[in-house]
C-alpha cells in the first residue's frame, strides 16, 4: 500500500505543482515565529523539549486521522489520505521546477532572475560553506533533494502518512526561523531557537542522507563520490544536520564532477545545475526501484 501510494503522490506531483502552493504552509509561519519565540527563552534540555512539542503539535492530527481511517473499503480511504499527505509534504516547492527556474534565468542572461533563484535553493549559503554561486547551487540541490524528497520518502516508509508530515513540519519550522534569523540581522547567526530544531531536523535527516548520499554515488561517479565521502567523515561538522549536509553535498559534487571535465567553461553554469537534477532523479529512481524490490521480496517470503 505504501509503494502504491508513493508512485502516485510521485506521479501527481508533477501535474499538480502549479495548485499546491499551499504545500509552502505560509499559514505555518505565525507558529513557527512563535514557537522561535517560546523556544529562545529556554535553555539546556528544556529548549530541545519544546522544540520537540512545537514539532509534534502540527503532526498529532495527521498521526490520529491516519490511526482513525483504518483499512476500511479495501485500504481505499487510507491509500487516498496518504497520497495527500505525500503531496502537501514534498516540497515546500518542487525542486526540478526551482532548478528549471534558475537555468531558464541564466539562458535568457537574466543575472538578477537567477541570483534570486541561486538564493532560494541555498537558503543564504549551501552546507554551511562560503562558496561560489555555480558551487553553491550546485551542492544546494543535493541537499535539497533530501530535505523535500529522500527524508519525506525515507519516513513515510517508517511510519506512514505520520512520519512524511513529521519530517515536512521539523523542516518548515528550521527553514523559517532560519529565514527570519537572516532577515533579523542580515547573516545566519548561532541563534538558539534554530540551533534546537536544526538538530531536531538533523536527527531525522540522519540516516536519509546517508541513504541518498550512496544513491548519489551509485547514479554518478562512484569512485570520486566515495573519495568525497571519505572526505566529509574525516572533517565531520559541528551538528548532525551540518554533517548531513556536508554529506550530501561532497558526495553529490563527487559524483557529478567528472561529466563536467569536458564541458566549456561558458556552460558549466547550465551543465552544473542540470548535471545535478539528473543524478537527483538518476538517485530517486534507485529508491523507487529498490523499495519494490524489498516489498516484492517480502510478500515472497
Given at each position: 500500500?505504501?509503494?502504491?501510494?508513493?508512485?502516485?503522490?510521485?506521479?501527481?506531483?508533477?501535474?499538480?505543482?502549479?495548485?499546491?502552493?499551499?504545500?509552502?504552509?505560509?499559514?505555518?509561519?505565525?507558529?513557527?515565529?512563535?514557537?522561535?519565540?517560546?523556544?529562545?527563552?529556554?535553555?539546556?534540555?528544556?529548549?530541545?523539549?519544546?522544540?520537540?512539542?512545537?514539532?509534534?503539535?502540527?503532526?498529532?492530527?495527521?498521526?490520529?486521522?491516519?490511526?482513525?481511517?483504518?483499512?476500511?473499503?479495501?485500504?481505499?480511504?487510507?491509500?487516498?489520505?496518504?497520497?495527500?499527505?505525500?503531496?502537501?509534504?514534498?516540497?515546500?516547492?518542487?525542486?526540478?521546477?526551482?532548478?528549471?527556474?534558475?537555468?531558464?534565468?541564466?539562458?535568457?542572461?537574466?543575472?538578477?532572475?537567477?541570483?534570486?533563484?541561486?538564493?532560494?535553493?541555498?537558503?543564504?549559503n549551501a552546507a554551511?560553506?562560503?562558496?561560489?554561486?555555480?558551487?553553491?547551487?550546485?551542492?544546494?540541490?543535493?541537499?535539497?533533494?533530501?530535505?523535500?524528497?529522500?527524508?519525506?520518502?525515507?519516513?513515510?516508509?517508517?511510519?506512514?502518512?505520520?512520519?512524511?508530515?513529521?519530517?515536512?513540519?521539523?523542516?518548515?519550522?528550521?527553514?523559517?526561523?532560519?529565514?527570519?534569523?537572516?532577515?533579523?540581522?542580515?547573516?545566519?547567526?548561532?541563534?538558539?531557537?534554530?540551533?534546537a530544531l536544526a538538530?531536531?531536523?538533523?536527527?531525522?535527516?540522519?540516516?536519509?542522507?546517508?541513504?541518498?548520499?550512496?544513491?548519489?554515488?551509485?547514479?554518478?561517479?562512484?569512485?570520486?563520490?566515495?573519495?568525497?565521502?571519505?572526505?566529509?567523515?574525516?572533517?565531520?561538522?559541528?551538528?548532525?544536520?551540518?554533517?548531513?549536509?556536508?554529506?550530501?553535498?561532497?558526495?553529490?559534487?563527487?559524483?557529478?564532477?567528472?561529466?563536467?571535465?569536458?564541458?566549456?567553461?561558458?556552460?558549466?553554469?547550465?551543465?552544473?545545475?542540470?548535471?545535478?537534477?539528473?543524478?537527483?532523479?538518476?538517485?530517486?529512481?534507485?529508491?523507487?526501484?529498490?523499495?519494490?524490490?524489498?516489498?516484492?521480496?517480502?510478500?515472497?517470503?
Amino acid at each position: 500500500m505504501n509503494l502504491l501510494a508513493l508512485l502516485f503522490a510521485l506521479l501527481c506531483e508533477r501535474g499538480l505543482t502549479a495548485v499546491l502552493k499551499l504545500r509552502e504552509a505560509r499559514w505555518l509561519d505565525g507558529y513557527g515565529d512563535w514557537t522561535s519565540r517560546v523556544v529562545a527563552r529556554r535553555s539546556g534540555v528544556v529548549r530541545w523539549v519544546l522544540a520537540a512539542i512545537a514539532i509534534a503539535v502540527p503532526v498529532l492530527p495527521v498521526a490520529v486521522a491516519s490511526r482513525s481511517i483504518g483499512s476500511h473499503l479495501l485500504g481505499l480511504p487510507q491509500l487516498l489520505f496518504a497520497v495527500l499527505v505525500l503531496l502537501f509534504s514534498f516540497g515546500p516547492r518542487d525542486l526540478k521546477d526551482e532548478v528549471d527556474d534558475y537555468v531558464g534565468a541564466i539562458e535568457r542572461g537574466d543575472l538578477e532572475a537567477a541570483a534570486q533563484r541561486a538564493k532560494e535553493l541555498r537558503e543564504s549559503n549551501a552546507a554551511g560553506r562560503e562558496l561560489g554561486v555555480r558551487d553553491g547551487v550546485e551542492e544546494a540541490i543535493f541537499v535539497q533533494a533530501n530535505n523535500r524528497i529522500f527524508g519525506v520518502i525515507f519516513w513515510f516508509l517508517l511510519l506512514g502518512a505520520t512520519g512524511a508530515w513529521l519530517f515536512r513540519v521539523s523542516d518548515l519550522l528550521r527553514r523559517r526561523a532560519a529565514f527570519e534569523a537572516t532577515r533579523a540581522k542580515g547573516a545566519l547567526p548561532n541563534d538558539a531557537s534554530l540551533r534546537a530544531l536544526a538538530d531536531l531536523h538533523g536527527v531525522l535527516a540522519w540516516a536519509p542522507a546517508r541513504l541518498g548520499a550512496l544513491s548519489y554515488a551509485l547514479a554518478g561517479s562512484f569512485e570520486d563520490a566515495v573519495g568525497n565521502w571519505k572526505v566529509v567523515v574525516d572533517g565531520a561538522g559541528a551538528s548532525l544536520l551540518e554533517r548531513a549536509e556536508d554529506l550530501l553535498a561532497r558526495v553529490g559534487r563527487g559524483s557529478l564532477q567528472p561529466s563536467l571535465a569536458n564541458v566549456a567553461p561558458a556552460d558549466l553554469d547550465l551543465a552544473t545545475a542540470r548535471g545535478a537534477w539528473r543524478i537527483v532523479l538518476r538517485a530517486l529512481w534507485i529508491w523507487i526501484v529498490t523499495i519494490a524490490v524489498l516489498v516484492l521480496a517480502g510478500r515472497a517470503a
